[in-house]
């Protein structure tokens, strides 16, 4: 059974920094791993999807990478901004089936 | 948004009584998905649907069905509402080969 986990759970900074979220699981056999950001009482919003076969996808200032043989996923955020304040959550698809399994999140404060 | 629509948005029921929540999307997307969210639980899947009427279990689907007589509409059903069904429920549907996923707002059931 796949299991995602994300490191930290929570994560306080000062506007400017760059930082890194991490996302691990256990099956590499994924299709593809997916970050998502949620605001307190929201949906979730994707940010970047990255298939099995990429080893990274950026937007703007987030830069997600995958190394799928040893399971991890970073979200690299530069130059943070208050904006970005939310809890920052991964999900992996499997080739076995079409769900997605989730992380528990990490949540974010960007402070001015 | 890619189109998604859950209503109600908020709903409050008696134990015991039958709810049913409904997620409308405006594409002829093949993959549609409920999860709840719960605190220290993150987001669990509760079923599935791969097209018109089929459907499959995720992994917390008891005390729930579903159905998908329609592309664009996936009912989520609580037979019998119990306290523990109160949670945030969020559609999804998953889009094209890629299989990125998008969210809807999400319902926020309380059972009292």
């Known amino acids: 059974k796949q299991e995602v986990t994300q490191i930290p759970a929570a994560l306080s900074v000062p506007e400017g920094e760059n930082l890194v979220l991490n996302c691990s699981f256990t099956?590499?056999?994924?299709?593809?791993l997916q970050w998502f950001r949620q605001d307190p009482g929201k949906g979730l919003t994707s940010l970047l999807l990255i298939q099995s076969s990429q080893r990274e996808q950026t937007s703007g200032r987030l830069n997600a990478s995958l190394d799928k043989s040893s399971g991890r996923s970073t979200l690299y955020i530069a130059a943070s901004q208050p904006g970005d304040s939310a809890t920052y959550l991964c999900?992996?698809?499997?080739?076995?089936?079409?769900?997605?399994?989730f992380g528990p999140g990490t949540r974010l404060s960007v402070l001015p | 948004d890619a189109g998604i629509t859950q209503s109600p948005r908020h709903k409050v029921t008696e134990t015991g009584t039958p709810v049913t929540l409904r997620c409308h999307q405006t594409?002829?997307?093949?993959?549609m998905y409920w999860y709840r969210q719960d605190p220290g639980h993150g987001l669990r899947l509760i079923h599935y649907s791969y097209g018109v009427k089929d459907t499959d279990k995720g992994e917390v689907s008891d005390g729930y069905s579903v159905s998908r007589s329609k592309t664009e509409d996936f009912l989520l059903t609580l037979e019998s509402a119990t306290s523990s069904q109160t949670s945030v429920y969020f559609c999804a549907i998953s889009v094209g080969g890629d299989g990125e996923a998008f969210f809807g707002q999400g319902t926020r059931l309380t059972v009292v």
């Open positions: 999900a992996v698809r499997d080739n076995y089936g079409q769900n997605f399994v």
């Open positions: 099956d590499s056999a994924i299709y593809n």
């Open positions: 594409e002829n997307h093949r993959y």
